[in-house]
T-cell receptor, first 117, second 112 residues
């Protein structure tokens, strides 16, 4: 597997501000993903981030609200912009590891718990 | 689009009892299937995955799951529950090349 860290682990923010979440991996990976887990709910994919290209966003998520950077093969950031209380969620990054012919598997970071007041 | 159904948002068992968490998927082609566990205030940890090899897949912590194509199911079981198994369990299926689609999750409660 991979060791994945996220910063911050949690934050409480004011409405209208922005928060940038960092995701660091201990090995080089091609595919990184950002998910949102709203309170009491399952995970929803926000976007897929490949190094050297624009992130690909899922339906319902837009770049202006969730800009993503992927400057190298071990790091990515997700920004939650102009926050509202509805953005209160856990945000998780994941990476895809492929080992030879093994099935591609996603491994997850510990998550960032965001509360917007 | 792929979808995953997890029957029962909560499952309660006694310590030492059989654990059965249900997962059904919709797919017209053989999928890749996963079970993840989320302990309180933590991220997701991979329990096991189905890779179209053996239909009975063994994972960590004594869990296993059986892929049944005829029933489009991938139920998770453990013969004897332990208190430390109390957590949220998510079934997931791949859609397209890499996207994971998650079920709504099942919270496992283990009583002494």
């Amino acid at each position: 597997s991979a060791v994945i860290s996220q910063k911050p682990s949690r934050d409480i923010c004011q409405r209208g501000t922005s928060l940038t979440i960092q995701c660091q991996v201990d090995s080089q990976v091609t595919m990184m993903f950002w998910y949102r887990q709203q309170p009491g709910q399952s995970l929803t994919l926000i976007a897929t981030a490949n190094q050297g290209s624009e992130a690909t966003y899922e339906s319902g998520f837009v770049i202006d609200k969730f800009p993503i950077s992927r400057p190298n093969l071990t790091f990515s950031t997700l920004t939650v912009s102009n926050m509202s209380p509805e953005d209160s969620s856990i945000y998780l990054c994941s990476v895809e590891l492929r080992r030879g012919a093994s099935t591609d598997t996603q491994y997850f970071g510990p998550g960032t718990r965001l509360t917007v007041l | 689009a792929q979808s995953v159904t997890q029957l029962g948002s909560h499952v309660s068992v006694s310590e030492g009892a059989l654990v059965l968490l249900r997962c059904n998927y919709s797919s017209s082609v053989p999928p890749y299937l996963f079970w993840y566990v989320q302990y309180p205030n933590q991220g997701l940890q991979l329990l096991l995955k189905y890779t179209s090899a053996a239909t009975l897949v063994k994972g960590i912590n004594g869990f296993e799951a059986e892929f049944k194509k005829s029933e489009t199911s991938f139920h998770l079981t453990k013969p004897s529950a332990h208190m430390s198994d109390a957590a949220e369990y998510f079934c997931a299926v791949t859609e397209g090349f890499q996207k994971l689609v998650f079920g709504t999750g099942t919270r496992l409660l283990v009583s002494p």
